[in-house]
T-cell receptor
Framework: NAGVMQNPRHLVRRRGQEARLRCSPM?????VYWYRQLPEEGLKFMVY????????ESGMPKERFSAEFPKEGPSILRIQQVVRGDSAAYFC?????????????FGQGTRLTVV | AQTVTQSQPEMSVQEAETVTLSCTYD???????LFWYKQPPSRQMILVIR??????QNATENRFSVNFQKAAKSFSLKISDSQLGDAAMYFC?????????????FGTGTRLKVLA
């Protein structure tokens, strides 16, 4: 059973371009979470999705960021018109269900560098 | 809002020795979970240990154990017989209401160096 797969692992974008980060959850997992890790900081929650639904996007910046988890295919985190401050590691996690204490399994992250 | 504080940005330990990493948190809830995650240079987030707040017994996983002091809101990680492979960033995390039963609140991390 493959773990959470994120690609690409490294992504370089020029200011103003779009970044698309992909996450395939573990088999059988229908809950996906995205976190952002700025340099020398802990991970910060961005968004929680189930298939075709955004459940909680309280950690998402109001502009330029969007996320989806379609019925078929991976979850996508999309950042439009990237700026230098978007440079960070973006982690995806998945779980088979939800509830307090349910363990989420993390991918290895995508490191986004904006030049 | 829940907060998690790791006051030690960096710690060092001699190989085979014991080290304790500190973590404090703030919540008014009684039912929640606490976690320690390890992040090596590969960036993979690896679960080290998990503690349920309603359990008084401290969790242990082989060389890793916690000292959970609920009243003091303290959750420290003890690593015994430290090995070179233990060198990594360690993050303490809270999960529970009201921030969300699915949402981790992470501390800023402690970088552990293991000296040969």
């Amino acid at each position: 059973n493959a773990g959470v797969m994120q690609n690409p692992r490294h992504l370089v974008r020029r200011r103003g371009q779009e970044a698309r980060l992909r996450c395939s959850p573990m088999k059988g997992h229908s809950h996906v979470y995205w976190y952002r890790q700025l340099p020398e900081e802990g991970l910060k929650f961005m968004v929680y999705l189930q298939k075709e639904n955004i459940i909680d996007e309280s950690g998402m910046p109001k502009e330029r960021f969007s996320a989806e988890f379609p019925k078929e295919g991976p979850s996508i985190l999309r950042i439009q018109q990237v700026v230098r401050g978007d440079s960070a590691a973006y982690f995806c996690a998945s779980s088979p269900n939800t509830g307090t204490g349910v363990r989420a399994f993390f991918g290895q992250g995508t490191r986004l560098t904006v030049v | 809002a829940q907060t998690v504080t790791q006051s030690q940005p960096e710690m060092s330990v001699q190989e085979a020795e014991t080290v304790t990493l500190s973590c404090t948190y703030d919540t008014s809830e009684s039912d929640y979970y606490l976690f320690w995650y390890k992040q090596p240079p590969s960036r993979q987030m690896i679960l080290v240990i998990r503690q349920e707040a309603y359990k008084q017994q401290n969790a242990t996983e082989n060389r890793f154990s916690v000292n959970f002091q609920k009243a003091a809101k303290s959750f420290s990680l003890k690593i015994s017989d430290s090995q070179l492979g233990d060198a990594a960033m360690y993050f303490c995390a809270y999960m529970g209401p009201p921030s969300g039963t699915y949402k981790y609140i992470f501390g800023t991390g402690t970088r552990l160096k293991v000296l040969a």
